[in-house]
């Protein structure tokens, strides 16, 4: 079946500093990949998605490439704010599939 | 404005008693879902439903119930049978078939078993 692994948390970094969240996917065929964040008590809101193959999503200083020879969607951000400090999930949908599988979540913390 | 709406936003339950967590979406979705989110885990599927009238089991349906009987209502109830139904709730749903779509998500509701 679907799966997706990312990257565990928690991951604390300073202000201006560089992301990378790596995820990783198992999947037939084509699927669609997404990267959510959740906010303290919130629900989950669409960061940036792809729907195939070399499709880089990008979205608020955020981006994700999608790499089919290695199954890969890491997000990453140049340079990340105190108000990125979220949980971030990376979730892939499968052709033809109407159900979303999730990773596991990685909590950022960003320092001032 | 379009959205999903989840009520209540904070649920205290006791043991033995079953407990309704509403779901209502003015998008026109088509899918609806439920999802279970645990501290330091990801979300795991309880039950989505492609069409009204229909619905189906998804990894943890065991200890919950829900009902599809109007496009914009997806209500899950928390029975008894759940041993462990502390947890945060999220409702989603999706346009309709096709794997382009991205999940639309409620705010969530917490519900706490005293």
């Known amino acids: 079946g679907n799966s997706v692994t990312q990257m565990e948390g928690p991951v604390t970094l300073s202000e201006e500093a560089f992301l990378t969240i790596n995820c990783t996917y198992t999947?037939?065929?084509?699927?669609?990949l997404f990267w959510y964040v959740q906010y303290p008590g919130e629900g989950l809101q669409l960061l940036l998605k792809?729907?195939?193959?070399?499709d880089k999503g990008s979205n608020k200083g955020f981006e994700a490439t999608y790499r089919k020879e290695t199954t890969s969607f890491h997000l990453e951000k140049g340079s990340v704010q105190v108000s990125d400090s979220a949980v971030y999930f990376c979730?892939?949908?499968?052709?033809?599939?109407?159900?979303?599988?999730f990773g596991a979540g990685t909590t950022v913390t960003v320092r001032a | 404005d379009g959205g999903i709406t989840q009520s209540p936003k904070y649920l205290f339950r006791k043991e033995g008693q079953n407990v309704t967590l509403s779901c209502e979406q003015n998008?026109?979705?088509?899918?609806m879902y439920w999802y279970r989110q645990d501290p330091g885990q990801g979300l795991r599927l309880i039950y989505y439903s492609q069409i009204v009238n229909d619905f189906q089991k998804g990894d943890i349906a065991e200890g919950y119930s829900v009902s599809r009987e109007k496009k914009e209502s997806f209500p899950l109830t928390v029975t008894s049978a759940q041993k462990n139904p502390t947890a945060f709730y999220l409702c989603?749903?999706?346009?309709?078939?096709?794997?382009?779509?991205?999940?639309?998500f409620g705010e969530g509701s917490r519900l706490t078993v005293l």
């Open positions: 989603a749903s999706v346009m309709g078939q096709g794997n382009t779509g991205e999940l639309f």
């Open positions: 998008l026109n979705h088509d899918a």
């Open positions: 999947a037939t065929g084509y699927p669609s």
């Open positions: 792809a729907t195939k193959a070399d």
């Open positions: 979730a892939l949908r499968g052709h033809n599939d109407y159900k979303l599988s």
